[in-house]
């Protein structure tokens, strides 16, 4: 192993310089502004937390936490996302009173990486959690607040995939009869991998018209328009999937009443990594992007792992990819300089505390500290010279 | 060892509720734009850095560090400060050519805690770093900015302590010529356990005028509203001392001729646990509080590890000490609650979108899925009925 050099950082770890941090900062403003304005309430909770409560509740793969021993000899984990902590706060005492809850947040989560992939392993997400309401008006809430958010940062070329994870499960559990092979079939579908779904239940040995139904299934069931068009999956016999099925339909009803019809696509093949998620889920991509700018839905499941029946469901954007689609919120800020030698000094404070008073940004600098002059400049909208001998401006 | 209940956080770790952390917020609001009005560009480093950089250069004491090994092998801390891991950006190539560089953050800092005896293990620190500038100006402008930050925040019952790491360094080296006696005596100084001082000065069996002289300097060197007072204590045939406290004597006229003489201190007894500091340092204290708000000094050798030679300077306050004596910022801000039942769904969305067009924050809410009522509308100041058969005020 090489040594470690001393700018090196840990893999997959970033720096934040000024002009991007500026824009996250901005975009961050925007969603503070606007998740308050819809009555969701900030919080933030610990970088660190329990393996044996959050790290394993999260849904994230072992192999993906960072951990650590306590003093005390516990194992720890960065938290990996920040829905379970956020489920931990609402089930909590204090809080679980006032339910239904809304929680909103801005937090780095943790994912440690194997290698040099140019995944980050710390990342930032903004996100709501409603907890409490097990109505679809909640659903509809979080994917209308998704996509108002989207909106409210300037990005209008987006869609939302809207499925249903228990439908999901329940289509596939009738098909295969297998628990193993239902978990199979959903990697497949999580990696968008048609072929190889295609390619592995024929391995299955399923009846010729099961196995029929289930590529017919993956082939149309997704990027469908109206939830009409997903009626022939549905088993008409089984009650559950009826149930879930109407949910889905009335669901549609209410993102059609918002607005929503032509953002919206219905995808009984959507699926998520974190297998917390029992009802409906969403995903928002940008076109033009290769990732969701982010994810959602209901995860009734995951509140009973905390000893709560309430149901809840929540969404969280990734602020990384947020910012590789948002167009630039302004120009470049006004920003000057003011040079000041020795005798100087006490002029160059006065006349940057009137600057300062009149909103614009001012740094103060003697010249002499100053190796490289245009350089330094580079980052200044305007220079001003208080300095013996020469005129006050270049 | 009892199992780990679900609702439970490690040792130090905190929860911010809504209420807090809207004031937090409002702090870092106020932050961003003072620091930045005066040349502060905000940057963010990783959480997580190699223990062989900034681990060891940050001179927290190992058993405070939060320690973790990567999926390489390598070993990682939870960054125990802020102004180590800064440096390394601001050492790196694509800074370097810029300086001075005044960079600024918000970040939480991370120390281990041995019991739960209420000291937080996860805190906040903001705080700028002036880079590049080793002239006394960029010392006042640190003391000067704190100072008006402070204020800025509405704490105006506050006082600066300013002191001389390498002044103090060479008086007790002349005086004891031990650097091992030196290092316990700082020790007794951090811990302002001036008795402790006196017994173990005794047991260092030093010439008697000596011995009363350390006396002397402790009880006499602190506290002192002009640099003046402190001449007594300085060897005129020590030439470093000499430079080291004309540059002190500098600093006070600069710091007096922006008007904090009557809010500074000097005081010579003053030390850091950041071994860094060898220039001047001081720290915030507000009146009534019993901790430091912040401190802040000059760390030219924190550079010479980073392979650097140019100085510099910073300051740093805690977060949760700030909200300590911080005022109330605002009065509870007006929220409208509207429950709406299944028939009045669509007039409940139009009815909130009118209300936060006018900026009124506004919650819908389902009528039936809100178990507690009372509970539940304790958060909002106004509440209207979209319900079948209820008028539309309580």
Known sequence: MTPIQKFEKPLGMRDSFPLINE?????????????????????????????????????????SLFKLVDRQGETLVLRPDMTTPIVRVATSKLLKEQIPLRLAYFANVFRAQENEGGRPAEFEQMGVELIGDASVYADAEMIITASEFVEALGIDDYQLTVGHAGLLQSILMELTNSNGQVKELRQFLLEKNLVGFEEVIRTYELPNEVEAHLIEFINQASNLHST????????????????????????????????????????????????????????????????????????????????????????????????????????????????????????????????????????????????????????FSNVEWLIEGVGNNE
């Open 23 to 63: 824009k996250k900062e901005k975009v961050r403003e925007i969603g503070r502004t606007f998740f308050r304005s819809r009555g969701f309430d900030f919080i933030k909770t610990p970088t660190v937390e329990y393996y044996e409560t959050i790290g394993k509740a999260s849904a994230i793969t072992d192999s």
């Open 228 to 379: 009409e068009q997903l009626s022939s999956f549905i088993d008409e016999k089984n009650e559950s999937q009826v149930q879930m099925f109407s949910y889905l339909k009335k669901l549609s009803i209410l993102l059609e009443n918002a607005g929503l019809s032509n953002l919206v696509a219905y995808d009984l093949t959507l699926t998520s990594e974190m297998s917390y998620y029992t009802g409906m889920l969403f995903e928002v991509f940008a076109n033009g992007s290769g990732f969701a700018l982010g994810n959602g839905g209901r995860y009734d499941g995951l509140l009973e792992e905390f000893n709560s029946t309430v149901g809840a469901t929540g969404f969280g954007l990734r602020v990384d990819r947020l910012l590789e689609v948002i167009k630039p919120f302004t120009q470049r800020e006004s920003h000057t300089l003011i040079y000041f030698d020795d005798v100087h000094y006490v002029e160059a404070v006065e006349a940057a505390k009137e600057l300062r008073k009149q909103g614009i940004r001012t740094t103060i600098q003697l010249i002499s500290s100053v190796e490289d002059q245009p350089s330094f400049q580079t980052n």
